[in-house]
């Protein structure tokens, strides 16, 4: 990200003193990483507090990303975002549904009120193809600065209107996030003129388990688009608008559960009756079929979070179903590496960018 109001030497104290951004800050910066800092700290810069300040794991506190999410959130207030509620108005014009420039939620997965795209305020000469992003987090926060904003400044960056999704977590259980992907899909494609994007020419991201929400949605898109149809009171139009992506990029994802730290607890959480039908639904071996899109997939062989072999796995049945793709294993950079700046995964970006857009 680039700099912007704040930087490391600004205080604790300096960023909270701001009303807004404090109210607005979580929905860029998990919560929990928030109160991890003591009282007594308020007074800090944020390079002191990265530079005393342990996690529980070992590891320095993230005051990087909290000074990317103050930022972001400032950013945003001046209005170089525009945030797009994609429940809202549920039974009301919803094809008419227009982005309310007054609207930045205060929570981040909540509940539907706060499910939105992030779109940077850019004027666009001609229509650009669109993408999805779908931030990683482990269905229990969003990574939305290290993967979210940098992911969607370098798609800007080379043309292509980004849209980052701010999609339900924990409590809220499959398929809840899948649903508020397949609102953005139609939402995008519906809204193609306004938005200034080729309506048949979107890409899906999605890292680590956003590689997941992003991938069982391709591999079922129909069947989510049908769900959130008659979740938001309106009838299928599968007919008129295509639900699948027609290009996946995913990087470290997880595409089994049981290959991966995500547990299924934080994906189904359903009753016991119920977890084998869900069990097969998450699980994205299942649903690779010669309708899958055109996919760029890539993971790091030494991942402890979620291992190479989730990608792998995927690689392999794309190979078996005969889809165009392209598989990358990295030797190094481990998980959330983002563009991977300074690892041997360095570069990714640019070769999958080449890749979808020759």
């Known amino acids: 990200m680039k700099s912007g109001k704040y930087n490391m030497n600004t205080t604790l104290k300096e960023i909270f003193q701001d009303e807004n951004i404090r109210r607005h800050l979580s929905v860029f910066f998990a ?10 700290m308020i007074d800090y810069t944020l390079a002191g507090i990265a530079s005393e300040l342990i996690m529980p794991w070992g590891a320095p506190y993230p005051a990087g990303q909290l000074l990317q999410a103050a930022n972001a959130v400032a950013d945003a207030i001046e209005g170089k975002y525009t945030f797009i509620p994609l429940w809202r108005n549920e ?40 993408a999805i992003i779908c931030p990683g987090g482990g269905y229990t926060a969003l990574s939305i600065t290290d993967d979210g904003i940098v992911f969607s400044e370098k798609l800007e960056e080379n043309g292509i209107r980004a849209f980052i999704l701010l999609y339900r977590l924990m409590p809220n259980r499959y398929p809840a996030p899948q649903l508020d992907l397949a609102r953005a899909v139609i939402y995008i494609r519906e809204h193609a003129d306004e938005l200034g994007v080729i309506p048949d020419d979107l890409m899906i991201i999605g890292d680590s388990a956003g590689g997941h929400l992003a991938a069982t949605y391709a591999g079922n898109a129909q069947y989510y688009t049908e769900l959130a149809a008659d979740e938001y009171g309106i009838p299928y139009i599968g007919a008129t608008v295509r639900a699948v992506p027609e290009k996946l990029c995913l990087a470290y994802p997880v595409i089994t559960v049981d290959n991966a730290t995500v547990t299924e607890p934080e994906m189904i959480g359903t009753p016991e009756p119920l977890k084998d039908i869900c069990r097969e639904l998450i699980g994205v071996q299942t649903r690779v079929t010669d309708q899958f899109p055109k996919t760029y997939v890539w993971a790091c062989d030494d991942d402890p979070m979620v291992p190479c072999d ?21 030797p190094s950079g481990g998980h959330g590496i983002a563009l991977g700046n300074g690892t041997s995964a360095e570069g990714w970006m640019d070769e999958m960018l080449q890749y979808m857009y020759p």
């Open 31 to 40: 919560d929990f990483l928030i109160r991890r800092i003591p009282e007594t």
């Open 91 to 130: 039974k009301e014009r919803p094809r008419t549904m227009k982005a309310d420039p007054f609207f930045i939620p205060e929570n981040v997965g909540k509940g539907k009120e706060d499910v939105c795209l992030i779109a940077m305020n850019r004027p666009a000469e001609s229509l650009r193809p669109a």
């Open 310 to 330: 989730n990608a792998r796995a995927l690689h392999t049945l794309l190979e078996k179903e005969g889809i165009d793709h392209i598989y990358r294993a990295f």
